[in-house]
């Protein structure tokens, strides 16, 4: 029970992979590695329980399972009425079937939509009419595109907060973010992308015109984007509103555009696909409960793992850029590792830090903690890419180590050039 926190935290994640490899069912994985860091933490089992209900009956728990849903809703509605299959039609006359591949997904990416990788999954899958490539690796192109502009582009939650906590405007987190975005790109091509073997033929154009089929997806950023301009207060209200209302007005220009009857509307609601996927979202949310929690001692367990670092004597940047990326492992979102390391890292700076330093800091913390975020087996795209296909957490993991590592590599250049 003395054990560090961090440790705990690792064996837990350990767990999730390697019993979801052993047991092909990732609910029961989670689980399991949920109950072993939450008794490891030396909860009592009615502390478990009021952690656990009280994340699963939050209202933002609630909103986030609903984006689900109507992401599934609106992915399966998109295929109903063939508009998956022009829109893959389509990129495909305009670019190789490879290159498909890797575009519609990083178009999916534009939207900060919870558990989007799913969105884009079956899009990716209609790349490959032969069935030509492995699903494992389908699996990997779809994550590791779905997420490049993750570091600038404005409509994402925790690059806000990055630059309202580093005191930046967006052409300065754009300055940061574009380097590590080519540097995406480039390591996604050469270690990812580069071993989908597929024909170059280009298809036939369908007779609509892309940017109809795209509709749905663009009215859903304007409608998301207007809100956040003119109706913030819809958004602090609960930060999924607007994603809920950007989907509700897609799927109403979708049915506006291609009818569908009742009955095919009742297979898309009644979909076992949907229910799953909800569960497994919760009991990832659970887990992030007990990340976020107090320890029996009244300690917060992130703070409890800061001192614990800062006791070994690492230096500051180093201790920063660690904890970014174990926040971002531990949590599996952006705002989880921002709001748990900037703060740290800026405080360390002292109020009168200049723009360079900050620069310098963000470009450091924000990639590493990024890519805790990619490597992170609890991280809802990894889980639903992972579910889509049936493939192995632990082997995604590996394929995208080497990818990871260039990213840290380049930050910490970048990083050091700045300061």
């Known amino acids: 029970m003395d054990a560090p926190i961090l440790l705990k935290i690792l064996v837990s994640l350990a767990l999730i992979l390697v019993s979801n490899k052993l047991l092909k069912n990732l609910s029961y994985a989670v689980l399991l590695g949920t109950l072993t860091l939450a ?42 009425t063939g508009v998956m299959r022009d ?45 030509q490539v492995p699903a494992q690796l389908k699996s990997q192109v779809n994550y590791w595109f779905r997420h490049i502009w993750e570091f600038f582009w404005p409509l994402y939650p925790g690059v806000i907060l990055a630059m309202e906590l580093a005191d930046l405007e967006v052409h300065q987190m754009l300055l940061i973010g574009s380097p590590m975005v080519l540097t995406m790109i480039a390591g996604g091509y050469f270690f990812i992308l580069r071993r989908v073997h597929l024909s170059s033929k280009r298809g036939a154009p ?8 795209l509709s749905p997806i663009l009215i859903l950023i304007l409608i998301y984007a207007l809100i956040m301009v003119f109706f913030p207060s819809l958004s602090h209200a609960n930060k999924y509103l607007p994603m809920i209302i950007g989907l509700s007005g897609a799927m109403g220009l979708l049915q ?106 963000l470009a ?7 890519i805790g975020i990619m490597l992170s087996p609890v991280h809802v795209c ?38």
């Open 364 to 370: 450091m913390t924000y990639p590493f903690g990024f």
């Open 39 to 80: 008794l490891w933490s030396g909860h009592s089992l009615a502390g478990m329980a009021e952690i656990a209900g009280r994340r699963f009956l939050s209202l933002d728990n609630g909103a986030l399972l609903v984006v689900i849903f109507f992401v599934i809703w609106l992915s399966s509605q998109m295929d109903k």
């Open 206 to 213: 369908s007779e609509h015109h892309v940017l109809s089929l």
């Open 382 to 419: 990894f889980i639903v890419t992972s579910e889509h296909f049936k493939t192995s957490l632990l082997r995604s993991m590996g394929r995208i180590l080497p990818p990871s590592a260039l990213i840290l590599l380049i930050a910490s250049i970048l990083g050091l050039v700045l300061l």
């Open 256 to 361: 506006l555009q291609r009818p569908l009857g009742w009955g095919q509307w009742k297979s898309i609601f009644l979909s076992s696909r949907a229910l799953n996927m909800g569960i497994i979202v919760a009991l990832i949310r659970i887990y992030g409960a007990f990340i976020e929690a107090r320890l029996p001692s009244g300690v917060l367990l992130m703070e409890q793992m800061r001192v614990e670092l800062d006791s070994v004597g690492i230096p500051i940047v180093l201790l920063v850029m660690l904890i970014s990326f174990i926040s971002g492992l531990t949590t599996g979102v952006s705002l989880g590792f921002v709001g748990a390391s900037l703060p740290i890292a800026f405080s360390l700076l002292g109020a009168d830090a200049d723009l360079s330093t900050r620069m310098g800091i």
């Open 87 to 131: 829109l893959v039609e389509n990129i495909r006359s305009y670019l190789s079937p490879r290159s498909a591949m890797a575009v519609l997904p990083a178009v999916i990416g534009l939207l900060p939509m919870p558990g989007g990788a799913l969105f884009s999954a079956p899009l990716v899958d209609d790349c490959d009419t032969e069935n």
